[in-house]
């Protein structure tokens, strides 16, 4: 485990204060989050801080507030209402700016189209759009009048997004006539009108113009934006709303078939970015942020909208992908806007350094202060490509470790309060509050250097609510497996410094290019083809993605395998799910590996995917016999 001093240490050095803030939030929670939550807005301040009835956390239970009015409203009372909120950046390089004036006057007549068609506070509404200003605007919008959104990532195919209208049973969805991806149209309305046949609670849409294409409006369900707009009201109240009021749901994969809907509060949540997004990012108010997340994920919603926006921050949206249309479009993109925060994927650093130092070097990035990195391991070779050649040996990276079910960061180097030495690979410490922690099967803490669980030993403001219309689901995902501790699902480890590596899923959750996705959603998408009697899905390394996908197919009888079968099934998993489950490599076989109690043996499918020895891998999950592994092993071996 590499350690690089950096030449900002001594400035920083030592870490105490970190320390100091770090024991101070543990010994007393209560009152220090009660103090970070004065920083923030509220129409009515809360009677008890933390209202603990576990697994159920409430913050700040009787307060009152409006995250809306967090992210515009309290700015454009202050000399901010001139200050950009948003660089928009079109994949072809159009661009759009709106301030914090234009962008509250946007929210605003968005909220009165929403309230027009009949939405009120509780109510779901769908969002499924592309990179553009309208879809924060349109999150910011449902926050106002105390409706509740919810985004669905635009790559996903019309199926997946019907599954997920039908869990939250939204009635209204927001959507374009299509958005682009390297250049091409990518139809939404079209996916939309098929989701919409198999999803009967959706009863309008909003369409936004994006690519300017004809599209097919049903009179009386589809309403073109820019109609309602030109009726909208310039200002709607924003609707003060309980602590405790759900901002939004958003799904994410877990380890059975349907994807989880994680809901989030209002307060709690809005206290934890505020503060976490100050430490971690050290915000000034002249910084320019650019995190390059799509909003159709958790990054996006907390380090895209609620986050930046409430510090009234300015940042770049950046719509397409970071090599097109050219290689060097990320290094243009921040020389354009002299960018000083960038926050990044290992899986586009890793894509980007395989073009060497000539597109960056076209680039003048001496704008930038602090680098981010979220999502995934990165690697150390790659953490020092992004140091030295992104960051100029000057900017510290903020690896920064969290989930969808932890509303924002929780480990992390935390520059805003003082940087710790970094290590290339580590994500450090915990942030004040967090009460991380690695455990081993009996729920005891590990020695340093000894592998075991990463959990959450306390709440924490930022902490999910539940999962949408399961509580039983909620109980047996998160704290049934260490009773009293929030359990993460990742392997991690602390070295003899107390530094924190994150190894990767404990559990049945794959990470795909930094995208999360279930192992059976995607077995049970490819056994939903015709072809196929079962399915069992590995993953390898990839020098890119991090991982990417194998399945183990066993046909049914009589169908041959084929080259173009194979091409069919990914075809049907990219019509199911979408292009992020597509799977590398299919092998056909004619037995899965087992137990004796029909489990899939997980270990030994990773282990011939990735050509490993089943000896290199994990051995924590095992609960099969040494023998039973090794000639499961042997025998797939030789079939593939
Ligand atoms: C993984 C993404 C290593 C981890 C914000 C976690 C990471 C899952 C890191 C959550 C990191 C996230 N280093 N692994 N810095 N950040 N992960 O819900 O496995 O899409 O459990 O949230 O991503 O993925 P999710």
């Not at 969002?127 to 919810?150: D, Q, V, W």
């Not at 199926?159 to 139809?187: E, I, S, W, Y």
């Not at 097919?216 to 309980?242: I, N």
């Not at 990767?504 to 959750?509: C, F, I, P, Q």
Request: with cysteine.
């Amino acid at each position: 485990m590499a350690e690089v001093s950096l030449p900002f240490e001594s400035k920083y050095w030592p870490y105490k204060k970190y320390s100091e803030m770090y024991n101070r939030s543990l010994r007393d929670p209560e009152s220090f989050w009660d103090k970070e939550a004065r920083k923030l807005d509220w129409f009515k301040t809360w009677d008890t801080v933390l209202d603990w009835q576990p697994p159920f956390a409430r913050w700040f239970v009787g307060g009152k507030l409006n995250a809306c009015y967090q992210c515009v409203d309290r700015h454009i009372k202050t000399w901010r209402r001139s200050k950009v909120a948003i660089y928009w950046e079109s994949e072809l390089g159009e661009s759009r700016i709106l301030s914090y004036s234009t962008l509250y006057r946007a929210v605003n007549k968005f909220a009165s189209v929403l309230k027009n068609l009949g939405v009120g506070k509780g109510d779901k509404v769908a969002l499924y759009l592309p990179m553009i200003p309208e879809l924060p605007i349109s999150m910011l919008a449902c926050s106002r009048i105390g409706a509740i959104h919810t985004v669905i990532f635009s790559g996903f195919s019309a199926q997946a997004l019907a599954d997920r209208l039908n869990d939250t049973q939204a009635k209204l969805l927001v959507t374009v006539d299509a958005g682009f991806r390297r250049g091409k149209p990518l139809k939404l309305k079209e996916i939309v009108e098929e989701a919409i046949s198999l999803s009967p609670s959706i009863e309008k849409t909003i369409v936004i113009r994006r690519a300017g294409i004809a599209v097919e409006m049903k009179s009386g369900r589809d309403f073109w934006l820019h109609d309602l707009l030109a009726k909208a009201a310039p200002f709607v109240p924003p609707e003060p709303v309980e602590s405790n009021h759900p901002l939004y749901i958003l799904y994410t994969s877990g380890t059975t078939g349907k994807p989880k809907g994680i809901v989030h509060s209002t307060g709690g949540y809005c206290v934890f970015n505020h503060s976490m997004y100050q430490w971690v990012f050290d915000i000034k108010e002249e910084s320019v942020y650019w995190c390059t997340a799509d909003v159709g994920w958790v990054t996006g919603h907390s380090s895209i909208v609620y986050a930046p926006l409430i510090h009234g921050a300015a940042q770049v949206l950046y719509e397409g992908t970071p090599d097109y249309p050219a290689v060097d479009r990320y290094w243009d993109i921040i020389e354009k806007y002299g960018v000083t925060i960038f926050y990044t994927s290992p899986t586009a650093i890793r894509m980007l350094m395989r073009y060497g130092e000539e597109p960056v070097k076209k680039h003048d990035l001496s704008s930038l202060e602090v680098l981010g990195s979220v999502g995934e391991a990165i690697n150390p070779e790659a953490w020092l490509w992004y140091y030295k050649n992104i960051g100029g040996e000057r900017c510290p990276i903020v690896d920064t470790w969290w989930q969808t079910e932890t509303g924002g960061i929780m480990i992390s180097p935390t520059p805003g309060i003082e940087c710790v030495p970094l290590k290339p690979g580590s994500v450090t410490f915990p942030l004040p509050g967090i009460a991380a922690d690695i455990v081993g099967e009996g729920g005891q803490p590990v020695p340093p250097g000894e592998k075991g669980y990463l959990v959450i030993k306390a709440p924490w403001p930022g902490m999910l609510m539940g999962i949408h219309q399961d509580p039983q689901r909620y109980q047996e995902s998160y704290w049934s497996k260490f009773p009293g501790m929030f359990y993460t699902g990742d392997y991690a480890i602390r070295d003899n410094d107390g530094y924190f590596w994150i190894l990767g899923r404990a559990d049945e959750v794959l990470k795909i290019a930094g995208h999360r996705i279930g192992t059976i959603e995607i077995e049970d998408a490819a056994v939903s083809h015709p072809a196929v009697a079962e399915a069992a899905v590995a993953s390898k390394p990839d020098p890119i993605k991090g991982q990417s996908l194998v399945i183990f197919a066993i046909l049914k009888q009589g169908v041959s395998p084929s080259p173009e079968l194979n091409k069919e099934i990914k075809e049907h998993i990219r019509h199911t799910i979408g292009p992020v489950a597509i799977p590398d490599e299919i092998y056909f076989i004619a037995k899965l590996p087992k137990t004796r109690s029909g489990k899939i043996m997980r270990r030994v499918l990773r282990a011939v995917a990735s050509d490993a020895s089943v000896g290199d891998l994990s051995t924590l999950e095992d609960e099969a016999s040494v023998e039973e592994v090794k000639r499961a092993y042997e025998e797939l071996k030789r079939e593939v």
